[in-house]
C-alpha cells in the first residue's frame, strides 16, 4: 500500500487524492452490497443475463487494464514518481480503462440488480469517477510533458465522448 503513496496522514488530508478513492470505494461497496430497491421491480430473466455477460466483460476489461499499467499502477488520482506515461493497447483506445471497467461494472450490476438505486449508484460512480478524472488528468499534465498531446489524440473514456 505504501508502494501507491497511501499514507494515514493522506487520508486525513487528502494530499494525493486519497477521498477520490474512499468515495469510489464506498459507492462500489454499496452496489455489490445493497440489495435491489424497491424490491417489487424483479429483474427479468434475460436481463439478468445480459447483466451478468456486461459484468463479465467489465472484470476482464479491469484484468488488461491492470496488466498493461503494470507497475505505475495507483488507486491515487496521483501518477507513482518513476511511472512511464502508458499510451499502447487499452491506453491507446481510452486514457481511462480502469474507469471505464469500473463503470461497465456498475452497469452490469445495474442490470442485475434491477430496480431504481443500482442506476442511481452508477450514475453516482460515473460523477465521481469524472472528478477524480479532473483531478487525475491535471495531475497527469504536470507529470508528463507530453501529456497533452495524448490528451489530445486519445479520448477519455471512449471515441466521441
Not at 33 to 60: E, F, K, Q, S
Not at 101 to 114: E, F, H, N, R, S
Request: aromatic share 10%; with cysteine; hydrophobic share 50%.
Amino acid at each position: 500500500m505504501r508502494d501507491w503513496g497511501l499514507s494515514w496522514a493522506g487520508w486525513l488530508d487528502n494530499r494525493r487524492g486519497e477521498w477520490w478513492l474512499l468515495g469510489q470505494l464506498l459507492l462500489i461497496g454499496l452496489d455489490i452490497a445493497l440489495p435491489p430497491w424497491p424490491l417489487a421491480w424483479r429483474t427479468p430473466p434475460g436481463v439478468m443475463v445480459v447483466g451478468v455477460v456486461v459484468l463479465i466483460g467489465g472484470l476482464g476489461l479491469a484484468a488488461v487494464a491492470f496488466v498493461q499499467l503494470g507497475s505505475s499502477l495507483t488507486p491515487l488520482p496521483e501518477p507513482m514518481p518513476n511511472a512511464e506515461l502508458k499510451a499502447q493497447g487499452l491506453y491507446g483506445f481510452c486514457r481511462h480503462p480502469l474507469y471505464l471497467a469500473v463503470l461497465v461494472c456498475a452497469l452490469g450490476m445495474a442490470l442485475i440488480k434491477g430496480g431504481v438505486l443500482h442506476p442511481l449508484l452508477l450514475l453516482a460512480l460515473a460523477v465521481l469517477l469524472r472528478g477524480k478524472a479532473k483531478r487525475e488528468e491535471q495531475a497527469l499534465l504536470r507529470h508528463y510533458a507530453d501529456y497533452a498531446d495524448y490528451q489530445q489524440r486519445v479520448p477519455a473514456l471512449f471515441p466521441g465522448f
